[in-house]
């Protein structure tokens, strides 16, 4: 079962309420990206929504399969399995979206920019 089902993202603040092991969809602006050298090829990265903060592990398969997106993306939607371990979640990283094109449209004023404050 996906929750919710790609391509909507949960957000970070939501990420207590699905099953271990549901396949989820996350997304947000990339804030650190981590590859230690103790890690055996597995690379960290934290996303950032409005709402939190969202762990995802890529495993060195992962990793090279999507590459250009884990290092170079500035924003990602990321699909996996959500584990929890002590109260902390992560998404194991099953398919890795380069969206940071989405970021250029809030720069664009011609573009729509969602519902207008009243």
């Given at each position: 079962?996906?929750?919710?089902?790609?391509?909507?993202a949960?957000?970070?603040?939501?990420?207590?309420?699905?099953?271990?092991?549901?396949?989820?969809?996350?997304?947000g602006?990339?804030?650190?990206?981590?590859?230690?050298?103790?890690?055996?090829?597995?690379?960290?990265?934290?996303?950032?929504?409005?709402?939190?903060?969202?762990?995802?592990?890529?495993?060195?398969?992962?990793?090279?399969?999507?590459?250009?997106?884990?290092?170079?993306?500035?924003?990602?939607?990321?699909?996996?399995?959500?584990?929890?371990?002590?109260?902390?979640?992560?998404?194991?990283?099953?398919?890795i979206?380069?969206?940071?094109?989405?970021?250029?449209?809030?720069?664009?004023?011609?573009?729509?920019?969602?519902?207008?404050?009243?």
């Amino acid at each position: 079962m996906n929750w919710p089902r790609p391509p909507s993202a949960i957000p970070a603040e939501l990420l207590s309420r699905p099953p271990l092991g549901a396949r989820i969809t996350v997304a947000g602006l990339v804030i650190l990206r981590q590859r230690p050298g103790t890690a055996k090829g597995v690379i960290f990265l934290t996303l950032e929504d409005e709402t939190g903060v969202v762990n995802i592990i890529v495993w060195r398969a992962m990793y090279e399969r999507f590459r250009r997106a884990v290092i170079a993306g500035r924003m990602l939607r990321v699909t996996g399995r959500l584990q929890r371990d002590h109260g902390v979640s992560h998404v194991i990283a099953e398919e890795i979206e380069d969206i940071s094109q989405l970021l250029d449209r809030l720069l664009d004023p011609t573009l729509p920019q969602g519902p207008e404050i009243r």
